[in-house]
């Protein structure tokens, strides 16, 4: 199974970078990646990988960076880069390569202080491995000042650097940044590419996995998650029965409560997850004392360390709520599907007879306006409005709608 077996729906990206990839193999091979790369090469330094959301942007990123650290001894008898076996591809893949550095925002933007290090790495020489890559997750949310930092790095980049951007749009990166990038838009995969990856990888019931894959249309994260992890289908499932429960001002703000709060618990699960092995791992690097205690000078490194997972936690409870918005968008499309009559496929199937109930007791127009309703909850989260209060406008809407 090579690296690009993965990427559902992608066949023509796939191909082009696999391309890119053999010719990066033949420049480092021939001549040690000194200099610049041949004008004809598909190969390039700087890379923006677009496209919707579950799509598998970054997955086709990491898989590409794999590749180009393949160091599989078959590609000395003809075989492409990417076989997904090797030390190189192994580490790329699950995040461990010593050269290939992931930045992500830990909150609303990537900070300069989140970029400063990696920026400086991009200009040193690979360890180990055959590139020094950087992939940068969510490119979108470069700042003025990190972004800037990228710019130059991109422009001035070493001989064996390969910068890899994600972002859901070209329009959604800096105009100086993208200029200077090769670009690849990924599509959304068809609902039948999903399952059969479901029903081929991780040994889903076919019905399963056709369910699933139907009500995320294509988004190959969640619709693995939903296969494989029956707490998120009982959050899934209580979204789904928000609709019904928001009759009057008192049970729109209780759903509405339940909503965030649910988000929340999902934050303080990562935490949990994360946070104690980051912060022992950052008192070792410091040299703690038996008992935690740090040496002098150090309380400051500890303090950063919290802010960001602060942070995170934040981060994490918006991704929560982001899905529920997007369940909740799907719900309301099916419902407007049915009410125009339209030939366009019920997403949630499983849920019919609850649609139909509620075509019949709304209008198309009632039903787009809870679907903006939903819409503008999103924007006052892009605007940092308290969760709570964003998410209790919306379901007021909803009641009212």
């Not at 980049?157 to 749009?169: E, H």
């Not at 029965?241 to 759903?255: C, E, N, Q, T, W």
């Amino acid at each position: 199974m090579t690296v690009w077996d993965d990427l559902v729906g992608q066949e023509r990206v796939s191909e082009q970078l696999a391309g890119a990839a053999r010719d990066a193999d033949a420049f480092v091979t021939a001549v040690g990646g000194a200099g610049p790369l041949p004008g004809a090469s598909s190969m390039t330094h700087a890379w923006l990988f677009t496209g919707p959301p579950g799509a598998g942007v970054t997955r086709t990123a990491r898989a590409f960076a794999a590749s180009l650290q393949c160091v599989s001894p078959d590609r000395a008898l003809g075989g492409a880069p990417g076989c997904g076996f090797c030390d190189g591809c192994h580490t790329a893949l699950v995040g461990t390569h010593a050269d290939v550095s992931t930045v992500v925002a830990m909150g609303a933007e990537i900070l300069f202080k989140d970029m400063k290090e990696t920026v400086r790495k991009s200009f040193t020489s690979p360890a180990n491995g055959r590139w020094q890559i950087i992939l940068v997750e969510e490119a979108e949310r470069l700042n003025e000042k990190s972004g800037n930092a990228v710019l130059k790095a991109v422009e001035e980049p070493a001989p064996r650097t390969v910068w890899l951007l994600c972002a859901p749009s070209i329009e959604d990166v800096l105009p100086t940044i993208r200029s200077r990038c090769r670009h690849l838009n990924l599509s959304t995969p068809s609902v039948a590419a999903v399952a059969d990856m479901l029903i081929r990888r991780e040994g889903i019931e076919p019905d399963v996995a056709a369910s699933v894959a139907r009500a995320t249309q294509g988004h190959v994260d969640r619709a693995r998650r939903l296969a494989t992890d029956p707490a998120a289908r009982a959050r899934r499932a209580a979204v789904l029965r928000l609709p019904l429960r928001v009759d009057d001002v008192g049970s729109a703000l209780k759903a509405a409560q339940e909503l965030v709060d649910t988000a929340a618990e999902d934050a303080k699960q990562l935490a949990e997850e994360t946070d104690t092995k980051e912060t022992e791992e950052l008192k070792a690097a410091l040299g703690a004392a038996q008992g935690g205690r740090l040496p002098r000078g150090t309380a400051g490194v500890m303090k950063e360390l919290e802010e960001d997972q602060k942070r995170r936690r934040r981060r994490t409870q918006r991704n929560t709520l982001d899905i529920a918005l997007s369940d909740l968008t799907g719900f309301y499309r099916d419902v407007l599907a049915l009410q125009l009559g339209s030939r366009v496929a019920i997403a949630n199937a499983d849920s019919e007879d609850v649609l139909q109930r509620l075509a019949r007791a709304g209008s198309p127009e009632s039903t787009l306006r809870r679907i903006e309703a939903i819409a503008a909850c999103g924007e006052a989260l892009d605007r940092n409005v308290a969760p709570l209060l964003a998410v209790e406008a919306m379901t007021m809407a909803l009641r009212a709608g």
